[in-house]
């Protein structure tokens, strides 16, 4: 793989080993981009040793020291970032709430969670101070029931909240959450090892693995409208790669968010 000319845009990417991570560094770069990519296990970022304008760190979310570690390292750099980007994440463990073990549960919402905003609040102080973006990745449960997956769901409401709150705080900041829908990635090989503690996932999960999912060119071009779109627009929501009318400039979107500040948010509504 090759990239093109660099511009003078920096891009950190969180879980740049895993399927969705490795393709948005793939597409960053190819746009001239250049990738910070940060991984547990760096000898999965192999596929990227012979690109010159991407450099890999160690940084494993379950370890405060490593996260730390990998912030000192990214502060040597000497580079301020413009775009944050985190695809960590697990499902596990699945099953209803009473019978998972509370720890492994814990340290589940930690990983998708505060440790995420672990590396965002420690990467901070190395950001453009012109402007920069954070996306950070959605999933099931925001607007229903996702039942046996309450650790993965609860962290993923989190996050959408803590887009809304830190938008709100920093006015350069054009922070926002997508979610991509079914992608085809190992993380559903989670399921399918939970078995029927899976409950309904299980039979969703697998019906859906025969079948392309959403393509990683979308979700790299919805990234895209929303980094375009600027902090009015995007700024502090929750957007579906899937369901969301943002493809061909997305105008009538764009002009509902602008006119509806509670859109794409979490909010109460009225019966």
């Known amino acids: 793989m090759s990239a093109t000319q660099p511009e003078s845009r920096t891009a950190f990417v969180l879980g740049a080993s895993a399927d969705i991570g490795a393709a948005l560094a793939e597409r960053l770069l190819e746009d001239g981009w250049r990738v910070i990519g940060a991984a547990r296990d760096v000898s999965r970022l192999s596929r990227f040793d012979s690109v010159e304008n991407f450099t890999g760190l160690h940084c494993d979310l379950g370890d405060a020291g490593s996260v730390i570690d990998m ?5 040597s750099l000497d580079i301020a970032w413009d775009l944050f980007v985190s695809a960590a994440g697990t499902m596990e463990p699945i099953g209803r709430f009473f019978d998972l073990d509370f720890d492994e549960w ?40 996702f039942t046996n997956y309450s650790a993965y769901c609860v962290s993923k409401i989190a996050l959408i909240k803590m887009c809304e709150l830190l938008d709100d ?12 829908g079914f992608v085809r990635t190992r993380i559903h090989e989670e399921t399918l090892k ?12 697998e019906e859906f693995l025969q079948t392309d999912g959403t393509s990683m ?3 790299y071009a919805n990234l895209r409208w929303c980094m375009d ?5 995007a700024g502090g929501r929750n957007f579906s790669t899937v369901h969301d009318a943002w493809r061909d400039g997305g105008d009538a979107l764009r002009e509902g968010l602008k006119n509806h500040p509670d859109a794409h948010r979490l909010r109460r509504t009225r019966p």
């Open 229 to 233: 779109q600027g902090k009015d627009v």
């Open 217 to 219: 060119d979308d979700f």
């Open 106 to 145: 814990e340290r589940s919402v930690q990983v998708n969670t505060t440790a995420q905003l672990r590396v965002l609040h420690g990467l901070w102080p190395m950001r453009s101070r012109e402007r920069c973006d954070v996306m950070l990745m959605a999933g099931g449960g925001t607007n229903n029931a």
């Open 71 to 75: 912030c000192e390292r990214f502060a």
């Open 169 to 180: 705080e920093e006015d350069a900041l054009n922070m926002f959450i997508i979610g991509p």
């Open 194 to 205: 939970a078995g029927t503690h899976a409950g309904d996932g299980l039979g969703k999960t």
